[in-house]
């Protein structure tokens, strides 16, 4: 849908012309995410710096019925940040000040375009952090990590991004500025902050966010234990969860995966481990040392090749760089891969890992892992070769028995990366008609005209994905009033 | 296709390797800058590769976007891919070059690569740009706003505060002490006419360090400004003819300018038959890094910045800062993005003077926060930027390679 | 009218049996909410009958209160009509208990008291300790969002509840969320339900994540001359390596209360942990303590139970739920102290406070109407400097007519918040009047 001559340049008065992309190979790189396989570029790209900014473009959108979609640094695993029917795109980019750090109340204030990890190098040294950590925190803005509510390593221990943002400054599409939450909690009214977060630019563009701020741990301590079998080393997870030890985090690695991230960073992973799992600790000095012990005798017990205890700062961020990196590293594999971001009960991991192997196998399908095992949040990295149709068609089988066999053990979709384009239409496995008919309508009070990022998080439904009614229960004859 | 097929393609392998995560994104500085996608590295390869699936040609904003890639290659060192940009980079910039170049840019570069790898040609131009100094013309260029026309010469009149006198260099410069081996001394384009000392306290600390030192007369340019301009021929003939210039059993080929070390570095990627060579190249730092030198102690507090193709194109931070760190006294604070471009990137701060003017106030204000009153940096073209950039905002920082602070430390060395 | 009703009552029994739906003089005197008399008292024994007895009120346009344990009946706005009150407390059923997962899904009527002695065992616990709390339905625990003095370190109930399933208006049941401890897909449902009241859903199921009970943990009292030099201890813990599970603040009327020895503002601090970090943590604590010129004193665990009774409201008392940031409290708990000397002098005020949150508990009891409306009032404003409010959390109907029992509400968010009560109840059925804003 080719935008107007009039309305371009309405959107270049609002942006100026260095805030407005339109030439074709601007628009082409802006339409991915960091799953490339859905691609639609948008027909302009925004860059406002301010938020009166985007509250214009909006309601110019609005009038126009023209689509919007928002985008942060496109890291996005899901086809998020891409549009698939083109209309405006704007990007959060240059709005990335600290508007305020406020320590005595633990809280910051900043812009959505703002870089997750340049808010905890700002308070650093001052001893805070900013919890959420997904593995691309050094590159994702905080506007997506709200979006797509974005987990990470630590938030086994500290939660996921919703348990950490206070208040946002929200363009709805329907055009209007609303602040939900703050700095003080329990503000009177339903908690739509709450579902604002994980949203993904459905009910509207975020353009500043409260965040809260951790002191940081006095102690931390990584346990590296490598095992020769992936099922000890899940049954390794579920015997420490079990034991009562809330670990910061709990990951794990295959062999195919260890293998990658060697050759990428040289982060120095056993390399003859079929599996291994990355065991962090923080908190008190005496606390860290009890539960360390534990956990380290936790990992012996269940067969562990060996249990390294990272010696010092460095040693640690190696063992973390290369986690980090995972999903970057693959490219050492394949030149493409399925993702998966089920969810299974974390006393499922064996038997989960044991259908994975199993179904890897009848698809004759490579699958690495490397996940957040501690809350059981499975990313297997189905590889294939794109430039093979068949290798494609496979992977894509395995992956939906891969969905289907987490949805049986009681999990769910996605964890922590979201829903977007890609796993929309896996939503009915975990809802009914009834629970997507509230999501949907619970969006239009957001988003009246249906214009913010069209297509993401629901299924479309076949009446043009309108909300619909569901049958209700049958009221007993006679009961007329 | 929109490139030309071919070996000077870019390697479409390569290019798929980059899986589009954009780690690399926040350590791009023209990123930072502008904040978007097409000039990221992110972007630059989609662009590649869209044009290498025919969905793109080599238009003129392909080219922009190109052009306005200063081949810093920090995108390389976040990469967890492994993508090697630098190639991609020059593959695509070759194919620019045969089918398109805006005039002006033209006229500029042609002026440029006339100059700048010809060290004889180079000396005579700095010769007369002294006189033209000292005879007052300069104020007068600069009011007829001749200058301003040619953006590239105002920038370049800029940076050249002023010319040294050149210093003399013996053939063979014998080693102190105990013989630990024999090694070449890259003497190169800019360094030698711009900062000969920087050159002879490299081979005085190499000789103090146990090494005899051989210095060829009849060197020549590395080609490194030419292969990143995408003018892979003229690169190729130029190490051609270096290498053979440098006798065969030296143990290594020393040099002390980045970038001249990160293109011998990677001769063999494109000449096989220079790949013995190439891995006989080593940065000054990674030399002396291993050695016994003595130190003597240096009062200053000194920060550190890290020239692209030092640390992304070489991948040696620890040395420089390892040996800073070893002179008695000296105190080296961390300077904040430090492996952030300067904007110097070769010659990209006269073909670009905008961007690189954004870069050298970003890098100007990370120095003032540390407070240093020194700055070390281990390339001549960082030099050149930073310096300028102090001079210019009145930041009382001295400028110098790291070396220098090292031969005045051996200097101040006593028994 | 009464030929309908008659047959609207035969509905009901058929949905849910006859001695599961009352009308008689006494049940419904019992089930009287702000002085209004429902018309039927009905106790669903299923989710199914909850759904269809929903789906008869709404047709039948009735307004239906639903009710756990009855504890927080005089929060928010006297309803508007009363016809319908659901007793919620036969929806008791363990669904799934998961002690390897830490999670566990229950029905919504199930006591917490009940919960907890159920979770006991594994030596874990669903890590929510407001006011009462044993004798509360969990249901209602999310649908008022309570919270208590561990919510510093565990969070409230939106980080507990992972799943939902609740009853629309309609009598339509949705559910919303997942039942394992992280998940994104689709719209974050559950967070909408907590602190609702219902009015979006009546809660029939929830599915929670629970903690491992601490190995060990110790309690502190540090006693403190005034608020301010309280405020200095608090500010030094929270920026201090410590990992208190509560940083409970008192006022001295609530401390004399639980023992005539303690005078001053006191800060109650709590470690959990293994013991050798309890230990060497209450070791700092006590440095901490002496620096800000504070006297220690180490409690027993009875401590938090009689400052709890010595906050539980005696008849007739007034609740105010004060929030505003941490750094403010001990102005605050000053600004609330100086209200009440002025406008009310004769007043019995208790204070306790979550010191790391900003949040306050005011216990008032012998102010007049008026009065309290005039403290409430004149705190808002102070409160409202920061985005803070003040939230009547129990009071008479007299109380909560004279005054917004709930205070503002930011008004682009409120309306938003009006359009999703005309989505999924337009005809006002559940909780009519109650919740914020008269929705
Ligand atoms: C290497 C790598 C590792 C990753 N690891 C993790 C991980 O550990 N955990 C995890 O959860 N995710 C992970 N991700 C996924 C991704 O980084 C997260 O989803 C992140 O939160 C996206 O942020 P972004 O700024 O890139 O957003 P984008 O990709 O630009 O956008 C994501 C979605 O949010 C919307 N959006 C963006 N900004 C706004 C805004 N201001 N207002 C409204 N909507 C907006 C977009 O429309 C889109 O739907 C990883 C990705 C990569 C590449
Ligand atoms: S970091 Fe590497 S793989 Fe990732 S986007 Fe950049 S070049 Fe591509
Ligand atoms: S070489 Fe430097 S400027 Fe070019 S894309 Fe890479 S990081 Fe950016």
């Known amino acids: 849908m080719p935008l107007s001559g009039p309305f371009l340049q309405e959107l270049e008065r609002i942006v100026g012309a260095s805030g407005l992309v339109r030439t074709l190979e601007g628009r082409l790189v802006y339409e991915c995410d960091m799953h490339t396989f859905y691609k639609g570029a948008p027909d302009a790209v925004a860059l406002p710096t301010r938020t009166e900014e985007v509250v214009e473009i909006v309601n110019l959108c609005r009038r126009e019925r023209v689509p919007i979609v928002p985008r942060g640094s496109g890291t996005g695993l899901i086809g998020g940040a891409m549009a698939p029917v083109g209309g405006v795109m704007i990007g959060t980019n240059r709005m990335d000040a600290i508007l305020e750090i406020d320590l005595p109340n633990r809280c910051a204030t900043v812009q959505p375009g703002l870089i997750n990890l340049s808010l905890t190098q700002a308070v650093a040294s001052r001893g805070y952090f900013f919890a959420p950590d997904p593995s691309s925190q050094m590159v994702s803005s905080i506007g997506g990590n709200v979006a797509t509510n974005a987990g990470g390593p630590h938030c086994l221990k500290y939660g996921i991004t919703a348990n950490h943002i206070l208040g946002l400054e929200l363009v709805t599409g329907a055009g209007e500025l609303v602040r939900l939450g703050g700095t003080a909690v329990d503000r009177p009214g339903y908690d739509l902050l709450g579902a604002a977060v994980g949203s993904e630019g459905t009910f509207g563009i975020v353009t500043a966010v409260t965040v809260r701020l951790l002191h940081a741990a006095e102690a931390v301590k990584t346990i590296l234990a490598s095992f020769t079998a992936i099922e000890d080393a899940s049954e390794a997870v579920s015997a420490i969860i079990a034991a009562g030890i809330v670990p910061a985090a709990l990951e794990m690695l295959d062999e195919l995966m260890i293998r990658a991230i060697n050759e990428g960073t040289g982060a120095g992973y056993p390399k003859d481990a079929a599996a291994v799992l990355l065991i962090e600790l923080d908190g008190p000095a005496a606390e860290v040392e009890a539960q360390g012990e534990r956990a380290a005798r936790i990992c012996w017990e269940r067969g562990a090749l060996e249990v390294r205890v990272a010696a010092d700062a460095a040693e640690r961020a190696l063992l973390w760089k290369g986690r980090k990196e995972a999903a970057g590293a693959v490219g050492r594999l394949a030149p493409t891969y399925l993702l998966q971001d089920a969810v299974v009960p974390r006393s499922k991991l064996p038997a989960i890992m044991r259908e994975l192997i199993a179904i890897g196998a009848r698809h004759r399908v490579q699958i690495a892992n490397v996940f957040h095992a501690g809350d059981g949040n499975l990313h297997p990295l189905i590889l294939y070769d794109d430039r093979e149709p068949d290798q494609l068609a496979r992977a894509k089988a395995a992956n939906e028995e891969l969905l289907r066999a987490c949805i049986e053990m009681g999990g769910t979709v996605t964890g922590e990366h979201g829903v977007g384009l890609d796993k929309a239409k896996n939503l009915p496995l975990q809802y009914g008609e009834a629970d997507l008919n509230f999501m949907y309508r619970l969006r239009r009070a957001f988003d009246p005209d249906s214009i913010m990022n069209p297509g993401k998080l629901l299924p479309s439904h076949p009446a043009c994905g309108e909300g619909f009614r569901p049958a209700r229960p049958r009221v007993p004859d006679g009961a007329w009033i | ?415 | 009218m009464s030929v309908a009703g008659s047959s609207i009552g035969e509905a009901f029994v058929s949905i849910a049996g006859r001695d599961r739906v009352r009308d008689d003089f006494e049940a419904l005197a019992a089930a009287t909410v702000d002085g209004l008399r429902p018309r039927w008292v009905v106790r669903p024994a299923s989710i199914e009958q909850l759904s269809r007895v929903l789906a008869l009120a709404c047709d039948g346009r009735l307004g239906v209160i639903p009710r756990g344990a009855g504890s927080s009946l005089e929060l928010g706005n006297p309803p508007a009509r009363v016809d319908v009150v659901l007793e919620l407390a036969e929806l008791d059923q363990v669904i799934e208990y998961n002690p390897d997962d830490l999670t566990i899904t229950v029905q919504a009527g199930i006591s917490a008291g009940a919960l907890a002695s159920l979770l006991a065992p594994r030596r874990q616990w669903l890590a929510l300790d407001p006011p009462g709390i044993a004798a509360r339905t969990v249901g209602g625990i999310v649908a008022t969002n309570a919270s208590g003095p561990r919510r510093m370190r565990y969070g409230a109930s939106r980080d507990l509840l992972l799943g939902v399933r609740f009853v629309q208006a309609d009598g339509v049941v949705t559910w919303g969320g997942s039942k394992v401890v992280k998940s994104v897909s689709g719209y974050d449902v559950p967070k909408l339900m907590v602190g609702a009241l219902g009015t979006l859903g009546v809660l029939a199921e929830v599915t929670l994540r629970l903690h491992p009970l601490p190995e060990a943990e110790r309690s502190w009292l540090v006693l403190f001359e005034n608020a301010r030099a309280a405020q200095v201890l608090v500010e030094r813990v929270l920026d201090s390596p410590l990992q208190p599970s509560r940083l409970e603040l008192f006022n001295e009327r609530a401390l004399r209360l639980v023992s005539a020895e303690y005078g001053g503002v006191g800060v109650a601090v709590s470690i959990g942990s293994v013991a050798e970090a309890v230990r060497e943590q209450g070791e700092r604590l006590t440095v901490i303590a002496g620096s800000s010129a504070g006297r220690l004193v180490a409690l027993s665990e009875a401590f938090w139970s009689q400052a709890e009774s010595a906050m539980a409201p005696p008849q007739g008392a007034t609740v105010l739920h004060v929030a505003t940031l941490s750094d403010r409290l001990a102005g605050t708990i000053g600004a609330v102290e100086d209200a009440f000397r002025t406008v009310a002098p004769r007043a019995d005020v208790r204070l306790s406070g979550c010191a790391a949150l900003g949040t306050l508990r005011v216990l008032v009891s012998d102010a007049g109407v008026g009065e309290t409306a005039a403290v409430t009032t004149r705190l808002r404003a102070l409160v409202g400097e920061v985005g803070g409010s003040v939230v009547v959390a129990r009071g008479s109907v007299e109380l909560r007519r004279s005054i917004d029992p709930w205070g503002p509400v930011e008004p682009c968010a409120f309306a938003l918040m009006r359009s999703l009560r005309d989505e999924f109840d337009p005809g006002r059925v559940l909780n009519p009047g109650r919740y914020v804003g008269g929705l």
């Open chain 2, 1 to 415: 296709m929109a490139f030309v097929p071919g070996s000077a393609a870019p390697d479409i392998d390569e290019i798929r390797k980059c899986v589009h995560c954009g780690i690399c994104l926040p350590q791009c500085p023209t990123y930072r800058v502008l904040g978007e996608e097409m000039d990221s590295p992110r972007g630059r390869i989609y662009l590649m590769r869209a044009a290498a699936e025919g969905r793109v040609g080599l238009t003129e904003t392909f080219q922009r976007h190109i052009d306005l890639c200063l081949g810093c290659r920090a995108c390389e060192t976040a990469c967890p891919s492994g993508v090697r940009f630098g190639s991609l980079l020059e593959a695509t910039r070759a194919q620019l070059r045969r089918s398109r170049s805006p005039a002006r840019r033209r006229l500029l570069e042609a002026f440029v690569f006339s100059v700048f790898p010809e060290p004889v040609r180079l000396g005579l131009v700095l010769a007369a740009f002294k006189l033209y100094k000292r005879s007052g013309l300069r104020a007068l260029g600069r009011a007829s706003g001749a200058l301003r026309r040619l953006p590239s010469l105002a920038a370049m009149e800029a940076l050249l505060d002023d010319v040294p006198a050149a210093i003399p260099m013996p053939e063979v410069v014998p080693a102190c002490g105990r013989l630990a081996g024999r090694v070449g001394l890259l003497t190169g384009c800019v360094q030698r006419h711009l900062y000969p000392h920087v050159n002879r306290d490299t081979a005085r600390l190499l000789s103090l360090a146990g090494f005899e030192v051989v210095i060829p007369r009849g060197q020549g340019c590395c080609g490194a400004l030419e292969l990143h301009a995408g003018r892979p021929e003229a690169h190729a003939a130029r190490a051609r003819a270096l290498a053979p210039a440098f006798p065969a059993d030296l143990d290594f080929i020393v040099t002390n300018a980045a970038g001249c070390g990160a293109a011998m570095k990677e001769y063999g990627h494109r000449i096989p038959e220079l790949a013995p060579f190439a891995g006989r190249v080593r940065d000054v730092t990674e030399v002396l890094a291993g050695a016994d030198l003595r130190l003597g102690p240096l009062d200053l507090t000194v920060t550190y910045h890290d020239a692209c193709h030092l640390v992304h194109g070489q991948r040696v931070r620890h040395e420089p800062r390892q040996l800073l760190g070893r002179i008695p006294g000296l105190r080296l604070v961390e300077l904040g993005d430090s492996e952030l471009c300067c904007g110097s990137a070769g010659v990209y701060n006269l073909l670009e003077p905008e961007m690189a003017r954004e870069l050298l106030d970003e890098k100007l204000a990370r120095i003032a926060e540390t407070g240093a009153r020194v700055v070390a940096a281990a390339n001549p073209g960082c030099l050149l930027q930073i310096a300028w950039g102090c001079r210019e905002r009145g930041l009382d920082v001295a400028i110098v390679h790291p070396v220098e602070l090292l031969a005045r430390a051996a200097d101040a060395y006593q028994d």
